[in-house]
């Protein structure tokens, strides 16, 4: 029943109908004035520390991955198929809801914001929640609580449906402010949707809202992400010279994106920009700084500047700084220079974050000193980080690869009396194992108890097993082969060309 005249949205899935628009979905793209585009891929946006992007020492350090500087790594969630964590959270959020619904203590905004700020619950639940505490008189007219889910939403990578609620708020008569438009232009951002970002940005300047310093930050960094990045410093010069404000996150995203190419010169140039600016370099942006000199080769530089340079300008150090240059430790195994950077860490009353115990833990690992391994993992477990899994992971790998399998084993009975859960990385470690020790039978049994453990094998895996098999060359190996490969299609399990060459080679070998 409702009337469409100039509409411009982004239709996610179900969109028009929960809407309650008449008009069928086919036909919204002919109407005049209408534009619409149905897309359900992208990841979601969050302004994160350096560091803090994943808790797995490995890989080439807290900056090796992503292609904006604010990256943040969340689960592959489902609406369907949530996963026991996520299964976990909600339930915490429930009981909150009946909490202060039963105590009639919601009375501030910030207690709805606790319940739809809860990270990784998966947006039909949170929608779901949003509805309930609306039947239940809980919201009103409270902006708050719509820029809350719009932001989680955004977070969790959930773009369409950031977008369907700040929708919802508009026609329930909630105008957005400059806090709705900031996670919008996040969410979109994360997502790598240039367009969008532009769309809202010029919408907010339409509307006639002051652009705030994150505003025009997320706009840069939305040009860094897709590549952009001689827009993204066109746009920090004209800001520059304008009225609007601006913040060290600009100048970060492009330092970042200057970083990652190498370029050290260029974000030298940058910090010295931003400094001339006006603008103290943060603990972020020295982490830049320092990540793009260890990859020129300069690690004494990087060292001074965390050292001297910080305390110099009066910066707060942080663990996540001390973690880029332990990350370098990690990649050159370099036990000695990691232990001395932690010893230093402690005599400057900075307290170690779970990133860096697990730093620690790998680098010990990979020198292959597992005392000093085990002992970073159990003060993990001392400060808190009960499951740390991780921790747990990178040293069960490390028992692995020096052939300590008692301890391997010893270790995987206190992961599962811990209540974790095992995850692929966990048991390739267990299978590589028992590939080692030519167990193969209990390897393939191990395989395949991997989708009883709730874990989808990938095609890596199982190439490890067929290759086994193909090199003890055994009839009995072969037809255990074919029988895998079989499992395999059966299950509609992933294999890429390597398994189905194997497959081809394990049958022609049967056949003859």
Not at 47 to 72: C, E, H, I, N
Not at 351 to 368: E, F, R, S
Not at 440 to 456: H, P, R, S, V
């Amino acid at each position: 029943g409702c009337r469409l005249e100039r509409v411009s949205c982004w239709v996610g899935r179900g969109f028009v109908e929960r809407m309650g628009f008449v008009v069928p979905f086919s036909e919204l793209s002919s109407r005049p004035g209408v534009s619409c585009c149905a897309r359900e891929e992208g990841l979601g946006s969050v302004f994160q520390a350096v560091g803090r992007k994943d808790t797995d020492a490995g890989g080439d350090g807290p900056l090796s991955a992503g292609t904006g500087y604010f990256d943040s790594p969340r689960e592959n969630l489902t609406s369907d198929q949530p996963s026991r964590k996520v299964e976990q959270q909600q339930q915490n959020v429930k009981l909150l809801f009946k909490e202060f619904r039963s105590s009639g203590k919601l009375r501030y905004p910030r207690d709805a914001t606790k319940l739809l700020e809860a990270d990784r619950c998966g947006p039909a639940f949170m929608r779901e929640l949003l509805k309930e505490m609306q039947g239940n008189g809980m919201l009103g007219n409270f902006l708050p609580a719509y820029n809350s889910m719009i932001h989680a939403l955004g977070i969790e990578g959930y773009p369409n449906e950031m977008w369907c609620v700040f929708e919802e708020m508009q026609h329930g008569g909630i105008q957005p402010d400059i806090v709705t438009y900031n996670s919008l232009l996040k969410g979109f951002s994360k997502a790598g949707d240039l367009s969008k970002v532009t769309l809202v940005f010029k919408e907010v300047s339409r509307r006639g809202i002051t652009k705030t310093a994150v505003t025009n930050a997320t706009m840069i960094d939305a040009f860094v992400r897709n590549g952009e990045v001689t827009n993204a410093e066109t746009l920090l010069e004209k800001l520059k010279d304008s009225e609007f404000e601006l913040n060290a996150i600009a100048w970060a995203s492009i330092m970042h994106a200057y970083s990652k190419m190498g370029d050290l010169e260029r974000v030298e140039d940058l910090l010295r920009d931003m400094q001339e600016q006006g603008h103290q370099p943060t603990s972020i942006t020295y982490s830049i700084f320092m990540n793009a000199l260890l990859k020129a080769g300069r690690t004494h530089r990087a060292v001074q500047v965390l050292i001297e340079d910080m305390a110099r300008s009066g910066i707060p150090v942080t663990a996540d700084n001390y973690n880029v240059l332990l990350h370098e430790c990690a990649k050159k195994r370099d036990l000695k220079s990691a232990l001395k950077l932690y010893s230093t860490m402690e005599s400057n009353r900075v307290a170690p974050d779970l990133v860096t115990l697990n730093i620690m833990v790998n680098v010990a690992g990979k020198a292959g000193d597992l005392q000093v391994a085990r002992s970073f993992l159990n003060e993990s477990i001392q400060r808190g980080y009960k499951k740390n899994v991780v921790g747990y992971r990178t040293l069960l790998a490390s028992y692995g690869r020096a052939r300590k399998y008692e301890d391997e084993t010893r270790l995987l009975e206190e992961i599962q009396a811990e209540g974790m859960q095992l995850d692929l990385k966990m048991m390739t470690s267990i299978i590589q194992t028992k590939i080692e020790r030519g167990r193969l039978d209990e390897a393939i049994e191990t395989f395949g108890t991997l989708d009883g453990l709730g874990i989808k094998a990938d095609a890596f895996l199982a190439n490890k097993i067929l290759h086994a098999l193909q090199r003890d060359g055994s009839e009995s190996s072969i037809k255990k082969g074919v029988e895998l490969c079989s499992q395999l299609e059966a299950r509609q399990l992933p294999m890429n060309n390597h398994t189905n060459g194997l497959a081809e080679l394990f049958r022609e070998q049967l056949s003859n």
